[in-house]
Structure formats: structure tokens, C-alpha cells
């Protein structure tokens, strides 16, 4: 949520009770994620002398700096209960334990890692700009990448095959079955309000290939109205 100061407000909302609440208020947080376990956030905090990654957990508390990077890119467990935070640092991927912020490798150094990374929840595999606008499935840690297409707003499906870009207009997403694969499209513009306007932030359902969520429609400037819900029906699942 932004501010006349332009800083960012994280917000919260849990499904169980309904309510929104405030995470981080009056920082310039941006790109929240939502770790594997649910139980905390990475973030990243562009203001001033504290610029750097952050994780805080979902009940507001434990803040704190997991190290001073360009940007997060993304969540994972790997193995399960071990999760990690991926991000971007000196034109490479990184990834780095949570709980253990020492513990870190280099996850991408093949080619520009791109600015914005889809992750599967075990990370092995990803799909991100290589660099924008040429989108591409990548499979972690360093070991090869597959040319997708052209676009921006990439997501990858829990099962690491199925994956999207957004149309220039973003009015709806290329749907790939497999990286490099047959394409459909998938139009947006059939959600409520979605009629000639645009969408962002897509995200795929982490356990369900069926669903995805999208915030718009857009109402003018960069004034979004959020929520909003899409469903891609894929091919084999139930």
C-alpha cells in the first residue's frame, strides 16, 4: 500500500479470520513473499541505510536483515522444513538459508539472471526474463535454461512444467504446457471489470496448477484495484 511519502505498507490477510492487518508500515517494502511454511515473509527494504533483504514473521514480529542484496526473487524449501531465500547480488543468483543466512550458493551465473524469478517450491526450477523481454524456464541450481517466449509477469505451475507470460496489453497470459512447448491463450478480460483493462502481478496457486491470482483491473495511472481472481484450467489436473 503506498503513501504521500511514497513508502510502502506490507499488508497482511489471512484467509482463516478475514482480516487485513499491517506487517511492516511506512518502509519502502516491496516484493513480499509468503514463505513455504506460511509462517513468515521476505521482503525487500529500499529506504535508506536500511536497504537490504528482510524476513518478518506472519504475526508482525522478528524482523530482521538477511543481507544486504540488490533484490529477493523468491522462496523455497529444500528439503522440507529448510527454507531459503532467492535472490539477486553482482549480476548472479543467489540463494541463502533463512534460519542460517551464512549458509549460501550461487544458484544462477549462465546468463543475466533477470529481474523477476517464478519459483517452484522446492526451487529447482524457475522461470524469469533471460534477460526481458525473453522469458525462460531454468532449471536450479545451474544447470540449463529453455528458451519459452517473449513477455513479462512469468509464472510456473507447482509442477514445474506449466508456465505463463503475460500479452503486451496485459490483458491475459501464453500458456505453456512445458517450457518450449505448444502455447494457448488465456484471456483475463472476462473477470469481473477486466473488460479492456489491464492486469499485473500474476501468481500461480503454489500446491494447485488450477489457479491464479492477478491484481487489477487497472483504473487509471498506476491506481490498480486488487483482488481480483483468475482461473486457468489445466489439462490432466483435477
Not at 508500515?25 to 516484493?31: D, I, S, Y
Not at 540488490?70 to 543467489?94: F, T
Not at 541463502?96 to 526450477?125: C, H, Q
Request: charged share 20%; net charge neutral.
Amino acid at each position: 500500500r503506498g503513501s504521500q511519502k511514497s513508502f510502502y505498507s506490507i499488508l497482511a490477510f489471512d484467509t482463516e479470520d478475514g482480516k487485513e492487518r499491517t506487517l511492516v508500515a511506512e518502509a519502502e517494502g516491496k516484493h513480499p513473499m509468503i514463505t513455504p511454511s506460511g509462517k513468515r515473509v521476505v521482503y525487500d527494504d529500499f529506504q535508506g541505510s536500511k536497504q537490504g533483504v528482510y524476513v518478518i514473521n506472519w504475526d508482525g514480529k522478528g524482523r530482521r536483515e538477511l543481507i544486504r542484496a540488490e533484490r529477493a526473487v523468491g522462496v523455497a524449501e529444500d528439503p522440507p522444513g529448510v527454507e531459503w531465500c532467492y535472490y539477486l547480488m553482482g549480476g548472479k543468483g543467489w540463494r541463502l538459508m533463512i534460519d542460517k543466512p551464512a549458509v549460501r550458493e550461487v544458484v544462477w551465473d549462465k546468463s543475466e539472471p533477470g529481474l523477476f524469478w517464478a519459483l517452484t517450491r522446492d526451487g529447482k526450477n524457475a522461470v524469469a526474463g533471460l534477460p526481458w523481454p525473453n522469458v525462460s524456464h531454468m532449471t536450479l541450481p545451474n544447470v540449463s535454461s529453455t528458451p519459452v517466449g517473449g513477455g513479462c509477469g512469468e509464472g510456473l505451475a507447482a509442477d514445474g512444467k506449466h508456465c505463463f507470460h503475460f500479452i503486451q496489453s496485459h490483458s491475459g497470459v501464453v500458456l505453456y504446457d512445458r517450457p518450449g512447448g505448444p502455447s494457448r491463450y488465456v484471456d483475463f478480460t472476462p473477470a469481473p471489470g477486466c473488460a479492456n483493462r489491464p492486469v499485473y502481478f500474476p501468481a500461480w496457486a503454489r500446491y494447485d496448477v488450477r489457479f491464479v491470482t492477478f491484481t487489477g483491473p487497472q483504473r487509471g495511472g498506476n491506481d490498480t484495484v486488487p483482488g481480483a481472481v483468475g482461473w486457468i484450467c489445466v489439462p490432466g489436473s483435477t
